[in-house]
């Protein structure tokens, strides 16, 4: 059976991230023909053109190693009803130099993460509007919005609610089926 590595990409760097919590939950429920790994972006130094000229070793290991995978998955809270600045700078980096964007063609997933009753909804649709321009398929159905995220964890981060497991389960089988179609075309 062909596996799909699906590059995990978490848009919070707390500790406790309820973002990092949902996609711990993930990992378990996606099926066999998909490999998820986290990619971090906590330590890309913030994006500026002139550095291009001798980038970071950081941009560097991270652009290779993003390109490396067959789809994407962000999981993301929602900071003034957008994605994280630190989601936002890890996209830039990788977007660049532009003929060498390590995103195109890729498909992406988002399931967006709120302590709020919106279920970040505006992050989730803003990353929708860069994939555009960066030339992603983004996956249309289901949506996932998580909302109320305080309240799904137990202390030790466990998913505790059964009806977002539930809905993740659903998400994480339709990407992989979709994931499937577009990089066996
Ligand atoms: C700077 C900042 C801006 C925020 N803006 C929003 C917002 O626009 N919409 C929303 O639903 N929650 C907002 N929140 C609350 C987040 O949903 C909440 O902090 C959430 O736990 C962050 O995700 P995380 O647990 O993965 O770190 C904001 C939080 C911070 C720190």
Do not use: C
């Not at 130094?45 to 950081?58: A, H, I, K, R, W």
């Not at 962000?74 to 964007?101: H, M, Q």
């Not at 059964?162 to 809905?167: A, G, L, N, Q, Y």
């Amino acid at each position: 059976m062909e596996r799909n590595a699906i590059a995990v990409i978490v848009g919070s760097l707390r500790k406790e991230s309820f973002s990092r919590k949902a996609a711990k939950a993930l990992i378990p429920l996606a099926p066999p023909s998909l490999r998820l790994e986290f990619v971090e972006i906590g330590g890309l130094p913030m994006y500026n053109q002139d550095l291009e000229d001798s980038p970071p070793v950081t941009w560097t290991e991270f652009r290779e190693r993003v390109r490396k995978f067959d789809g994407v998955l962000f999981i993301t809270p929602e900071y003034n009803r957008s994605v994280p600045g630190v989601l936002k700078n890890a996209i830039d980096v990788g977007s660049r130099p532009r003929e060498k964007s390590v995103w195109r063609g890729k498909p992406a997933a988002i399931i967006s993460v709120s302590t709020g009753v919106y279920g970040a909804f505006g992050a989730n649709h803003h990353l929708r509007q860069s994939l555009v321009f960066l030339d992603m398929p983004a996956m249309q159905q289901p949506e996932a919005y998580i909302g109320g995220a305080a309240k799904l964890f137990d202390d030790n981060g466990n998913l505790t609610d059964e009806h977002t497991r539930d809905s993740l389960r659903k998400f994480i089988n339709i990407y992989a089926e979709w994931v499937s179609k577009l990089t066996t075309q």
